[in-house]
């Protein structure tokens, strides 16, 4: 191995176990296609597309190309009070993706600002309205919505918030969905929990309908181990926020950009949200990222109601729109397209399950849940130490050369959607021979 010109010390690594890491450094230096190239020259095939960001796979050529001629022409430009024409022409793309009724975006740059984005976008709407009064925001157990504290506040992760005092104020939480009990190992929507949507009659009972503003979920759970939607239950969600006029928020920052097989989540599951959160496989990773789409008559409702002149929502990003994350959108959508990658998850979607549905019966395996290109093997924790197995089969699969995420003992897995049927085989037989090895 190079020595090292770099001193591992300096930088405090997000999510990440620092002293672990530091003692055994896992470092990547370049990437093409479906894999990385390590510091120790060794290839690793990408299990996860990065952070479940990569859909589009790794340096294509076309996004790097679209990158560096922005760079080149126009590296950034004021966007307060100012524009350049690819946020513009970025925007029109994403709104043509969404599904009707949903084509006015606003641009962030990660799925934590869009996710504080849509909540501020909700109260906004409801005041303009006449009904500020609706600022109860409802979240659900196990969802990720990002580290803001908007996020952190609707999410339902308790080590994300345990140590950040009082969040949100106003802030309730739906049930989860996922029980071992009722619906381990099904292969893609589970039959059994439609029911669990029931609960948003009961918190808006208690808070009275007028005075909540939005539920936010996760139409497939990704960071909290893939939890699949129970047949019925996003309509169910729909049919009761129609009822007691609740804007419905999907945060598709993972399920968005065909990771289930259409652009957007709302469309495979045909129920159709207010507000989409998106990020990450927008730019297939390339440049920071995200937004949300909206609404129109939301978006009507927010601008039109403020005196002319006046800034309608004040509220946006230095790097809202940026000119180099608005190129490398253009080209990743236009390559999404021109490869019909969201068709080609679709396509691969039962291999890919059979392939993870072959893992049940190895050692340790619990439950295994899969929609789309997107799975999650759940894993027997070691009473006492929660997340070491599962960090132990990451490091047995990380020495086969496959990249895998763990998220606590459930192993999570969302390949580039230019990933082969062979290639998904390797990932799976991977982590069928670190489960054989794993005690
Ligand atoms: N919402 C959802 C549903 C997410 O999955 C965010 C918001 C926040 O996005 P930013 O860009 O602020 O990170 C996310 C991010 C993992 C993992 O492996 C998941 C995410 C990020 C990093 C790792 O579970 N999701």
């Known amino acids: ?23 055994a450094p896992r470092v990547m230096v370049s990437a093409q296609d479906m894999h990385y190239t390590c510091e120790d020259g060794r290839r690793v095939l990408d299990g996860t597309a990065g952070l479940w960001c990569v859909n589009a796979g790794h340096c294509r050529p076309k996004i790097v190309e679209a990158i560096r001629r922005q760079a080149g022409t126009l590296d950034y430009s004021p966007l307060f009070q100012m524009g350049h024409p690819g946020e513009f022409r970025a925007a029109t793309l994403l709104a043509a993706l969404a599904p009707a009724g949903l084509d006015r975006v606003f641009f962030c740059n990660s799925g934590s600002e869009a996710v504080d984005t849509a909540l501020k976008i909700a109260l906004a709407f409801h ?18 919505h ?40 099904s292969r893609g929507q589970p039959a059994w929990g439609a029911h669990l949507a029931d609960d948003l009659e009961r918190i808006v009972a208690l ?38 006029g609740l804007l419905l928020v999907f945060d598709e920052v993972i399920t968005g950009f065909g990771r ?3 652009a957007f989540a709302a469309q495979t599951f045909g129920v159709t949200p207010d507000m989409i959160v998106f990020a990450k496989g927008v730019t297939s990773g390339a440049v920071p990222m995200a937004g949300v789409i909206v609404r129109r008559g939301i978006h009507d409702t927010v601008v039109n109601g403020g005196a002319p002149g006046t800034v309608e929502f004040p509220h946006g990003y230095t790097y809202s729109g940026h000119p180099l994350a608005s190129a490398a959108a253009e080209a990743t959508l236009a390559l999404y397209h021109e490869e019909r990658l969201f068709d080609r998850a679709r396509a691969l979607a039962p291999h890919f399950e059979q392939a993870v549905h072959g893992l049940k019966g190895l050692p340790h395996v619990i439950d295994i849940r899969n929609f789309g290109l997107m799975a999650g093997i759940e894993l027997a924790a070691i009473p006492g130490k929660p997340g070491a197995r599962g960090h132990e089969v990451f490091m047995k699969c990380y020495e086969r050369g496959v990249l895998t995420r763990v998220t606590g003992d459930t192993i999570a897995l969302s390949p580039p959607l ?17 489960l054989r090895e794993t005690a």
């Open 260 to 262: 289930l097989g259409t």
């Open 207 to 244: 808070h009275d309908s007028s005075n909540i503003a939005a539920v936010i979920v996760e139409p497939v759970a990704g960071s909290t181990g893939v939890v699949v939607p129970p047949r019925g239950y996003l309509e169910k969600l729909r049919a009761i926020c129609d009822r007691h």
């Open 418 to 434: 230019i990933v082969t049927e062979a290639q998904i085989d390797e990932i799976t037989g991977a982590i069928a021979a670190a």
């Open 146 to 185: 990002g580290v803001g504290f908007g996020g952190i506040s609707v999410g339902g992760i308790p080590g994300n918030r345990k140590v950040f005092g009082s969040l949100l104020p106003r802030v309730d939480h739906l049930p989860h969905t996922h029980s071992l009990a009722d619906m381990a190992f």
């Open 127 to 144: 005041r303009a309205r006449g009904e500020g009064h609706r600022n109860v925001m409802v979240g659900r157990e196990r969802g990720y």
């Open 1 to 23: 191995m190079n020595p090292r010109d770099y001193d591992l010390e300096a930088f405090w690594m997000p999510f990440t176990a620092n002293r672990q890491f530091k003692a």
